[in-house]
């Protein structure tokens, strides 16, 4: 293992933002197989690539090019998991993971799946698999370096088709599956009132069990290979030799679900302080080491953009073309359906008679065994994901994964060009999955959002639960351009999200039923605080909050103490320190600590157990919002009960963690970030620790915009915004970003973690756009010249 290059790279925070020590810049050439004309890669010294080439084909081919530069391990694994190749490098106990990924793959029309991106994205997927091509080849050749993980696996990187980008499906945020199951199996055991606190629906709507339907007759594992096809990979197996298990925690995975959002703002120029628009964007999602995004520029005739995306496809997905900016957050559109079947061996009732399963029969590669034969079924709905043959019963997914166009973010396509709202509008309306929060602004000082994504019709049930599949629940279509809301030029000078409801207030959505089920609003509700009470707006005041830790939650919950007391002194200790507290999840906080552990791992469940215990197994763990709302709609005194009841044994647990002195306890002793890629169970002990990075105090949690969920069993984060970004359209070299823990996913390099500790502390790295810029900022220029 080669040793950790950390040297040579002096940081220092200044203003919020990150500065390097001038440093010689490095000139390189390189002589590239299947590139057509020279072409210039400049990494700066935060290890961003700005790509400049003559034609938009070589663009993107250099843009896959580099991307298996900078995180070939990451994309091979990527595309072995969506494709269900795992096996094939890794061995037996990936078989059952291999089957299940296959079910999600888009087995549709490729023609219409083409003609569903903007004109020339079918160049930039040809090209960008070209490219990884390409550099996989060097690999092979031995004039590039084999990534580490490689020979921890005793594997090799497998050759891109451009299909691969568009068939994998499984990494795109949809729902509502997950929750379909909750409630049922939370219905079955505790009725309508367990479901009131498990989860509050908006806009209000009462739950209609689905004619045809027993909730009890869903089985807790209906979504095994639903689970298992859209995990990500566990190295367990190929040390333990053992078949990898499905995770069955319906509950732990809603939880992980619900934790992975975003946040995403524009202000018009009317309200900042350059009279430049701000647009500012701060995707949460499962943090780890490489980071899952990565941040790229690209130019070329025709061709400019810089932003961030998913390192195994073309484009990005978020930044800026030099015109308009756009950002993105999860727009909570209801795009599943579980069916339930009455079935008779491969054949289900449907309507007055009986449908057979279509049953492919597909080829499994396994490393160092023969091949497994398996088998895939499907009805006129989706994949089967569960039969049970002694009960004559079965279940599928219908799902816009099935549909032309719904490769996850590659809609963004259509933003590359977008110089107008019009051309934002188009974008929108013809976005796929997931659902999102789209914004915009453009130089000319437009702003606005509009809800984007495929919204099916359903006309005679809400989508809550699962339903039969014989016929009488079926979707009719997908809802009509126009029907999702939008705003261009909002009157309040700015306009944010953050997974919230934010349909209007007139919105008929009893008529169209797009979703009921959304984030709490305690990140939104901060946010818009914050907005509404600054007149001028800064990038550093965006950047401010995009790190804010206060938490609307905790507000709520500590509005409920008035009047509380104790007569054991320290429970009334915590009680004072909480109600002096200014609910900020900061680090350094005592009352932060207190409320947070009291609030998620003893309050809620005892509030369960008092209202609902024979649900408690079935409902997991309930969004904050439905506890907070159901103490707050309870009598003073049974409230005040359960409280009392819950805190001692809060403050048992963090006595246990960090002393009896209540004094000495801090948030940040408990809440951490330390970031472990997968296959590092597989190395030595040294090489396993060069290649984690932290561990570091870190503040906020789930309900503050500094989103930062974490496990319960030791609180580490384990969701939140590894990348955000503060663009000033129009004055693009000012725009500031982060990704954590660093650009490269490669541990030998400085760029691998270069990023963390200022991403820890809520600083950023300058994001340059002008090639004068770009170049002042280099740390090595590539010259590219095709291979003859």
């Known amino acids: 293992m080669r040793g950790m290059l950390l040297a040579g790279l002096t940081l220092a925070l200044t203003g919020g933002a990150a500065q390097a020590a001038s440093t010689a810049v490095r000139q390189e050439a390189w002589t590239v197989a299947g590139l057509n004309e020279p072409a210039e890669l400049i990494v700066d010294r935060w290890g961003i690539p700005h790509i400049y080439a003559r034609n938009t084909r070589d663009a993107f081919f250099l843009q896959g090019y580099n991307a298996a530069r900078d995180r070939l391990w990451q994309i091979d694994l990527w595309r072995k998991r969506g494709l269900g190749r795992l096996s094939a490098s ?28 903007a004109p020339d994205a079918r160049t930039a997927v040809e090209a960008f698999a070209s490219g990884i091509n390409a550099y996989v080849a060097e690999v092979r050749a031995g004039t590039k370096p084999l990534p580490v993980e490689f020979g921890l696996t005793a594997s090799q990187p497998e050759d891109w088709s451009a299909q691969d980008v568009l068939r994998i499906r499984s990494h795109a945020l949809v729902s509502n599956a997950t929750q379909e199951l909750a409630r049922a199996r939370t219905l079955c055991a505790g009725g309508a009132k367990a479901e009131k606190l498990r989860r509050r629906l908006e806009p209000t709507h009462e739950v209609i069990i689905p004619e045809g339907l027993d909730p009890c007759d869903v089985p807790a594992d209906v979504l095994k290979d639903y689970l298992l096809g859209t995990a990500t990979v566990s190295f367990d197996p190929m040390k333990t030799a053992k078949l990898a298990a499905a995770p069955l925690d319906i509950a732990e995975t809603v939880d992980r679900i619900t934790a992975e959002g975003s946040n995403n703002w524009v202000i018009a120029g009317s309200r900042t302080a350059t009279g430049r628009p701000i647009l500012a964007n701060d995707p949460h999602r499962a943090v780890g080491a490489p980071s899952l995004r ?221 979703a009921f089920e959304y984030g709490d609003r305690s990140r939104i509700d901060r946010i818009t605080e914050v907005l509404a009470a600054t007149p001028k707006a800064t990038l550093a005041g965006s950047m401010a909050l995009q790190n804010d830790n206060v938490s609307v939650n905790s507000r709520r919950l500590t509005a409920m103490l008035v009047g509380l007391s104790s007569p054991e002194p320290r429970v009334q200790q915590a009680i004072d320190l909480m109600r002096a507290w200014n609910n900020s999840m900061s680090a350094d906080s005592a009352p932060a600590a207190i409320a947070e552990v009291w609030a998620v791992k003893h309050l809620a469940p005892s509030l369960i157990q008092t209202l609902a215990p024979e649900a408690a197994t079935a409902m997991g763990i309930p969004t904050q919002n439905a506890i907070l709302s159901t103490l707050e709609e309870m009598a003073p ?66 309900s503050t915009p500094h989103a930062a969920g974490y496990r319960f069993s030791d609180f580490r984060l384990s969701a939140g915004a590894t990348v955000r970004v503060v663009l000033d359209v129009g004055a693009w070299d000012n725009s500031m970003a982060i990704n954590a823990p660093g650009q490269s996913a490669d541990p030998a390099s400085p760029h691998y973690r270069d990023l963390f500790p200022l991403w820890a502390a809520g600083s950023y790295v300058p994001l340059r756009y002008t090639r004068p810029a770009v170049e002042a900022d280099a740390e090595t220029i590539i010259r590219l010249t095709p291979k003859r």
């Not at 051309?423 to 309306?429: G, I, N, P, T, V």
């Not at 629940?473 to 809301?485: D, I, M, R, S």
């Not at 005040?640 to 809060?650: C, D, F, Q």
Request: aromatic share 12%; hydrophobic share 40%.
């Open 90 to 117: 890794f061995g037996p106990a990936y078989v059952d993971q291999d089957r299940a990924a296959r079910l999600f793959l888009y087995r549709g029309d490729m023609a219409a799946e083409w003609a569903a991106y």
């Open 637 to 702: 005194a049974d409230r005040a009960a359960i409280m009392l009841k819950s805190l001692p044994p809060a403050l048992d647990e963090l006595s246990r963690r960090m002393g009896p002195d209540m004094s000495t306890w801090r948030w940040g002793r408990l809440h951490h970030a330390r970031f472990e890629p997968a296959v590092a169970v597989l190395a030595d002990p040294q090489t396993a620790e060069q290649m984690s990075v932290g561990p570091l105090q870190t503040g906020g949690s789930g």
């Open 294 to 514: 990565y941040i790229a520029h690209i130019e070329a005739p025709g061709l400019s953009i810089i932003g961030s995306g998913e390192p195994a496809a073309p484009g990005v997905s978020f930044g800026h073309n030099g015109r308009a900016a756009f950002g993105l957050t999860i727009f909570a559109i209801d795009q599943e359906d579980l069916y339930a079947y009455q079935t008779d061996g491969d054949r289900y009732r449907y309507k007055d008679g009986w449908e057979p399963m279509t049953v492919l029969r597909e080829t499994i590669e396994v490393k160092g065994q023969a091949p497994r034969e398996v088998e895939l079924r499907f009805t006129r709905h989706g994949p089967v994901l569960h039969a049970d043959a002694a009960k004559k019963r079965a279940f599928a997914l219908r799902t816009v994964w099935n549909q032309p166009g719904m490769s996850g973010y590659f809609a963004s396509s259509w933003l590359w060009g977008a110089k107008s709202w019009s051309d934002f509008e188009k974008a929108s309306q013809g976005w796929g999955a997931p659902s999102l929060n789209l914004i915009y602004a453009d130089t000319d000082g437009t702003t606005g959002w509009a809800a984007s994504g495929v919204a099916p019709v359903r006309a005679n049930w809400d989508g809550l639960l699962p339903v039969p599949g014989d016929g009488r629940y079926e979707w009719a279509g997908f809802q009509p351009a126009g029907v999702l809301p939008s705003v261009k030029n909002p009157k309040t000078g700015f306009f944010a999200t953050a997974n919230e409801m934010n349909l209007p207030a007139d919105y008929p959505n009893e008529q169209y039923k797009i």
